[in-house]
Nanobody
Framework: QVQLVESGGGSVQAGGSLRLSCAAS????????MGWFRQAPGKEREFVAA????????HYADSVKGRFTISRDNAKNTVYLQMNSLKPEDTAVYSC??????????????????WGQGTQVTVSS
């Protein structure tokens, strides 16, 4: 089992920045994929970013590419999502997820076995 706890959400004005953290605990190998997803009110959950188990490959949704950066610190069992140039449309509950190592399908929810409870990000115009 893997437990994931997100932190770092909050309210910010458009153009601002936030850094989300996802701390993992439990029995797991560092050879897992980690992803960030978000869900806005009335919308389906959508992929935001993923970091592949080796740690040197990252992937982003087109909507956040160039503004968000995902990274991981295996020594701290923590994954980060640095969000810059935030827009009102980035407002959502952000959740991190963990799943078995894979190099495809990482942008879909079924690729992940474990999920955090989510943290709210609100961007005002």
């Amino acid at each position: 089992q893997v437990q994931l706890v997100e932190s770092g959400g909050g309210s910010v004005q458009a153009g601002g920045s936030l850094r989300l953290s996802c701390a993992a605990s439990g029995r797991f190998s560092t050879s897992i994929n980690m992803g960030w997803f978000r869900q806005a009110p009335g919308k389906e959950r959508e992929f935001v970013a993923a970091i592949i188990w080796s740690g040197d490959t990252t992937h982003y949704a087109d909507s956040v590419k160039g503004r968000f950066t995902i990274s991981r610190d295996n020594a701290k069992n923590t994954v980060y999502l640095q969000m810059n140039s935030l827009k009102p449309e980035d407002t959502a509950v952000y959740s991190c997820a963990a799943g078995p190592p894979r190099y495809s399908g990482y942008d879909a929810s079924p690729a992940y076995n474990f999920w955090g409870q989510g943290t709210q990000v609100t961007v005002s115009s």
